[in-house]
Each structure stands twice: as structure tokens, then as C-alpha cells.
């Protein structure tokens, strides 16, 4: 059973959206133009025609200055009756304070040097213990920073939390790029949509997507992370996986040539994190049955609309069946591996994929 997406109304929602790129002295940090722009696209995204909140109900907060010009837009929001979800984000700098708790960093922010938190700057356990003020049902951050892990757990107890990376690595950003890697990757998917996805885009499916793409994208060359950005994280409340923040705009699609062909890329993408790389030499193991599945539905689809011999579909039925028996079912990928053999004996002895079929049959079938 798959549970519904919850839409909040837009009259329902606020949004406060926050990026610190630019840094003024005494602050050494390095800038990061692309944190405006990220969360200013994130808010136009997240308000606009697809969007669940209303553009009147959304604040971007830019180049912050000091603590206030974040707690008091929030605080106005905290406030708000009759609000079922409140949002916010934030774009920048992630720094590391008293007790190694995550803290965000403003314009004037220098790094932590030892003792207390970096001055001045926003210690994230403020904009928690604020958002948990609210009598909104549901409260929800994104973290777009480094560090942005240590959020997880106490400091962010009762809210919605998606974050770029974890507690001790860095977010990424390409240099030459417009966007940060991990918001950048979440606006794309917001504007291209999931073609197998529910009718509107929640934050656990944003989260599974995510989870697959980052990693599978690659990240500016800094030998940290060779391959690509690194995971993001989530942790959720009760139901707030189900919460929507925006419709998808491939919804409905995914038995289309396009949607097919996207649905394809997707699994080459997942298929990539079942493989040993140096970031990760033990791949997580519940990624091949996640293949698997995919596969199999697409396996499916594909010979339904396109027809079982055509190249897409022989490939990915042949995907299906290899898959199958590394994840444990031998005996199930021959038998799907000697159903393709059979049909390209019938269409042509002298198939192109006739020969990769029959070794991947000799192989599960020993």
C-alpha cells in the first residue's frame, strides 16, 4: 500500500528561505554566490504554479547581516495562526560551534576558533527551538551547508529535517555554476519531475531521489569526494515524509517514450551505487533490491508499450534478470534470461543481443 501525499493549502504554509554567500569583514570565509541564487529559485520553485506555498507567505532573507534579519521573519511566521507547515531554509556556510553544534554563518562570520560558537553567527538549535514555538502541524528545514548532519537527532527534535551532507563532511558547490550541488540537484527535480512519482512530489520521495542522484553526479574535484556530492540525510516526524511541496510535473508520464527513457537513466544511476567506488567500497546493500524493483517495473512497462524486442526493452530486460541474480535469485534469473533467449532465437539467430543474453544465461543458470 502507498501511502497519499498531504497537500497543505497555500494560505496554510510559510516559507523562510535564507542564503549567505557574500562575506564582509572580519569574516575570512570563502563566498559562495550561488547561495542567494539557490534559495532564491528554491522560494520562486516552492511559490510558484506547482508550488504548495503562497508567494505572499514566502520570505527570502538575503546576505543576512546579523541573527535578527533571520529570528525575526521566523518569529513573525512562528506566530501566524491557522498554519499547518512552516519552512525553512537555509544556503551557505556551514560552521562549527560550542560543542561542535552546527551553526550558520552570516555575513561577518569568521571560522570557529576555538571555545564558543563563531561570532556572530546562528546556531541552528535557535532556529529549532524558535520553529518548535509554532503551533504548525508540520515543521520542516532544509540545510544547504556543511556540517549540516549535525542537525539530526536532539538539536532538531519534532522537525522535518533534509540535509546536504552529513555531520562531519562539506556540501559542495561547482564553482562555475549558478547553484549549489545539493539544492541545484532539488530544483531540477522539482522542475522535471519524477515520471514514476505520485501526483505531487513529497519530501521522502524528494529524499529517495536525491539520495540516488547526488552521489551519481559529479562534484567539483577537491579529494574529498572523487565520484560525486556527497548523500544528503533526512529525518522525519511521524508522517512528514508524506508532506507535498510541489506538484510533479511528470506525473502520468511514466509509460511514455520519455518518461521511459527517463525512468531508464534513473535505474543506470541506481545501479551505479551497487558497485564498490572509493567513496563508498562497501555499497549499502538495500540498494540492490531497490534495482531490482525498479527494474522489474520498467521491464514490465516497457514491453507493455514499446514491445518485449524492442532494443530499450531488451536491455532492460536483460538488466532485470542480471540484476535479479545478484541480489540473490539465481534460479528466477534464469528463467527471465531464458525467456529473452528464446524470443531473439525466434526474431533472429544473428541478434546483436543474442550473445550477451545466452553468456548471462550460462552464467545464473550454473
Given at each position: 500500500?502507498?501511502?497519499?501525499?498531504?497537500r497543505?493549502?497555500?494560505?496554510?504554509a510559510?516559507?523562510?528561505?535564507?542564503g549567505?554567500g557574500?562575506?564582509?569583514?572580519p569574516?575570512?570565509?570563502s563566498?559562495i554566490p550561488?547561495?542567494?541564487?539557490?534559495?532564491?529559485?528554491?522560494?520562486?520553485?516552492?511559490?510558484?504554479?506547482k508550488?504548495?506555498?503562497?508567494?505572499?507567505?514566502t520570505t527570502v532573507?538575503?546576505?543576512?547581516?546579523?541573527?535578527?534579519?533571520?529570528?525575526?521573519?521566523?518569529r513573525r511566521?512562528?506566530?501566524?495562526?491557522?498554519v499547518?507547515?512552516?519552512?525553512?531554509?537555509?544556503c551557505?556556510?556551514?560552521?562549527?560551534?560550542?560543542?561542535?553544534?552546527?551553526?550558520?554563518?552570516?555575513?561577518?562570520?569568521?571560522?570557529?576558533?576555538?571555545?564558543g560558537?563563531?561570532?556572530?553567527?546562528?546556531?541552528?538549535?535557535?532556529?529549532?527551538?524558535?520553529m518548535?514555538?509554532?503551533?504548525?502541524?508540520?515543521k520542516?528545514a532544509?540545510?544547504?551547508?556543511?556540517?549540516?548532519?549535525?542537525?539530526?537527532?536532539?538539536?532538531?527534535h519534532?522537525?522535518?529535517?533534509?540535509t546536504?551532507?552529513?555531520?562531519?563532511?562539506?556540501?559542495?558547490f561547482?564553482?562555475?555554476?549558478?547553484?549549489?550541488?545539493?539544492?541545484?540537484?532539488?530544483l531540477?527535480?522539482?522542475?522535471?519531475?519524477?515520471?514514476?512519482?505520485p501526483?505531487h512530489?513529497?519530501?521522502?520521495?524528494?529524499?529517495?531521489?536525491l539520495?540516488?542522484?547526488?552521489?551519481?553526479?559529479?562534484?567539483?574535484?577537491?579529494?574529498i569526494?572523487?565520484?560525486?556530492?556527497?548523500?544528503?540525510?533526512?529525518?522525519t516526524?511521524?508522517?512528514?515524509?508524506?508532506?507535498?511541496?510541489?506538484?510533479?510535473?511528470?506525473?502520468?508520464?511514466?509509460r511514455?517514450?520519455?518518461?521511459?527513457?527517463?525512468r531508464g537513466?534513473?535505474a543506470q544511476?541506481l545501479?551505479?551505487?551497487t558497485?564498490p567506488?572509493?567513496?563508498?567500497?562497501v555499497?549499502?546493500?538495500?540498494?540492490?533490491?531497490?534495482?531490482?524493483?525498479v527494474l522489474?517495473?520498467?521491464?514490465?512497462?516497457?514491453?507493455?508499450?514499446?514491445?518485449?524486442?524492442?532494443?530499450?526493452s531488451?536491455?532492460v530486460?536483460?538488466?532485470?534478470a542480471?540484476?535479479t541474480?545478484?541480489?540473490?535469485?539465481?534460479e528466477?534469473a534464469a528463467?527471465?534470461?531464458?525467456a529473452?533467449?528464446?524470443?531473439?532465437?525466434?526474431?533472429?539467430?544473428?541478434?546483436?543481443?543474442?550473445?550477451?543474453?545466452?553468456?548471462?544465461?550460462?552464467?545464473?543458470?550454473?
Open positions: 500500500m502507498t501511502w497519499a501525499v498531504w497543505p493549502a497555500p494560505g496554510a510559510c516559507a523562510l528561505l535564507v549567505t557574500r562575506h564582509v569583514r569574516s575570512s570565509l563566498r550561488q547561495a542567494v541564487t539557490a534559495v532564491r529559485a528554491l522560494g520562486a520553485a516552492l511559490s510558484g504554479e508550488g504548495v506555498f503562497d508567494v505572499r507567505r532573507v538575503a546576505e543576512p547581516a546579523d541573527t535578527r534579519q533571520v529570528l525575526d521573519p521566523l511566521m512562528v506566530r501566524e495562526p491557522d499547518d507547515l512552516l519552512l525553512f531554509s537555509y551557505g556556510h556551514g560552521l562549527l560551534g560550542r560543542d561542535d553544534r552546527l551553526c550558520l554563518a552570516l555575513t561577518p562570520s569568521s571560522q570557529y576558533g576555538g571555545g560558537d563563531p561570532s556572530p553567527s546562528l546556531p541552528f538549535t535557535e532556529v529549532a527551538s524558535l518548535r514555538e509554532s503551533p504548525a502541524r508540520h520542516v532544509i540545510l544547504d551547508c556543511c556540517f549540516s548532519g549535525r542537525a539530526l537527532g536532539p538539536d532538531g519534532g522537525i522535518h529535517l533534509l546536504a551532507c552529513g555531520r562531519t563532511q562539506k556540501a559542495l561547482p564553482p562555475e555554476g549558478t547553484l549549489t550541488g545539493f539544492t541545484g540537484e532539488l531540477r527535480i522539482l522542475d522535471e519531475g519524477i515520471p514514476d512519482g501526483r512530489l513529497g519530501l521522502s520521495a524528494l529524499y529517495d531521489r539520495a540516488v542522484v547526488l552521489p551519481t553526479t559529479p562534484a567539483p574535484r577537491t579529494g569526494f572523487p565520484t560525486g556530492y556527497p548523500a544528503p540525510h533526512q529525518q516526524v511521524d508522517g512528514s515524509g508524506h508532506i507535498a511541496l510541489a506538484a510533479n510535473p511528470a506525473h502520468g508520464t511514466q511514455t517514450p520519455a518518461g521511459l527513457r527517463a537513466a534513473f544511476r545501479k551505479k551505487l558497485e567506488s572509493p567513496d563508498t567500497p555499497p549499502d546493500p538495500a540498494s540492490l533490491p531497490q534495482l531490482v524493483h522489474a517495473d520498467l521491464a514490465r512497462d516497457a514491453a507493455e508499450v514499446l514491445g518485449p524486442l524492442e532494443d530499450f531488451i536491455d530486460r536483460r538488466n532485470h542480471v540484476m541474480g545478484a541480489a540473490g535469485s539465481p528466477q528463467a527471465l534470461l531464458s529473452l533467449v528464446d524470443a531473439l532465437r525466434v526474431k533472429s539467430s544473428s541478434h546483436r543481443a543474442l550473445p550477451g543474453a545466452e553468456r548471462a544465461l550460462a552464467h545464473w543458470s550454473r
